[in-house]
């Protein structure tokens, strides 16, 4: 059968659908492409949304003890540029000391080792623990990404504790996490970090057991300070057995901006080598 006149149509047709697209692109790639604005033809309202200013993201624990490895890790969200933060460790009654800055390149990552840096920038912290504070110049707070590792080398035990903003208003409220106590030779803690700078908190530390025993102890922690609790001693002293959950709430009028956290360890303390 002869396909001749039908194919001829169908070319055409394919021919002038191609022509048709191959205008209406054309006419789209014909648009004028947009100025870039420069920095000084912003108005001062927007150079005021853009421009840097002085941020701070706090970390509610680091520790240098034996048998703890401390990370502190940071990464640059800036698309454009570079981000130089300076990180400080406080000590458990909130004095401070500055570590070296440190420049993050564009959409990269940074890790410094706590125990590493100690004996040259910081040795009054060697062997210590307490809160971080990440300082940076940035237009936004997302700027920066930044968080601590704390390690048992030689076991499966890690926690990984985000940084973040102080609030500005009082935070209202309670967190809960799961303790476990599996043995005599297991040790775990509650930490309970201060990040205001001048007014105390107090935490209302609650235990309930799996029987349904409850027990509530009231525990102060300075301004800038971190207060580590043995939940062991906690639990004799509300004569609670078995798994159960630790809560700390708080009254309104009682909590500047800070984050109560549990940590643990399933095993005895052992010296640095």
């Known amino acids: 059968m002869d396909r001749g006149p039908t194919l001829s149509r169908s070319v055409r047709l394919i021919a002038i659908t191609t022509l048709t ?26 150079k005021q949304k853009f421009a840097s200013k002085s941020l701070e993201q706090f970390a509610v624990y680091w520790t240098d003890e034996a048998g703890w490895h401390s990370e502190l890790q940071m990464r640059n969200n800036l698309a454009a540029q570079t981000l130089t933060v300076t990180p400080s ?65 030689g076991h499966a035990i890690s926690f990984h504790l985000d940084a973040f903003p102080k609030a500005a208003n009082y935070d209202v409220g309670s967190r809960e996490g799961i303790w476990w106590l599996p043995n005599q030779s297991a040790s775990d803690y509650l930490i309970l970090t201060n990040l205001d700078d001048k007014q105390p908190l107090t935490a209302h530390v ?34 609670c057995k078995g798994i159960t959950v630790a809560s700390a709430s708080t009254r309104p009028t009682e909590l500047p901006p800070s984050t109560p956290h549990t940590c643990c360890s399933t095993r005895p303390r052992t010296s640095r080598s």
């Not at 210590?128 to 237009?139: D, I, L, T």
């Not at 990404?145 to 704390?150: E, G, I």
């Not at 301004?223 to 580590?228: D, G």
């Open 21 to 46: 697209l191959t205008a209406i692109l054309s006419a789209q790639d014909s648009r004028p492409a947009r100025k870039a604005i420069k920095w000084e033809e912003l108005s001062p309202k927007a």
């Open 89 to 153: 460790l406080r000590s458990t009654d909130g004095t401070e000391v500055a570590l070296p800055p440190v420049t993050i390149g564009i959409n990269d990552v940074i890790t410094l080792n706590v125990h590493d840096l100690l004996p040259k920038s910081a040795p009054q912290m060697i062997g210590a623990y307490g809160s971080v504070v990440f300082r940076y110049q940035a237009p936004g707070p997302h700027a920066l990404y930044a968080a601590v590792m704390v390690h048992d080398p």
């Open 206 to 239: 609650q235990l309930f057991s799996a029987d349904g025993k409850r027990s509530q102890q009231p525990i102060q922690v300075p301004p800038r300070s971190t207060n580590r609790v043995s939940v062991r001693a906690l639990v004799q002293q509300a004569g």
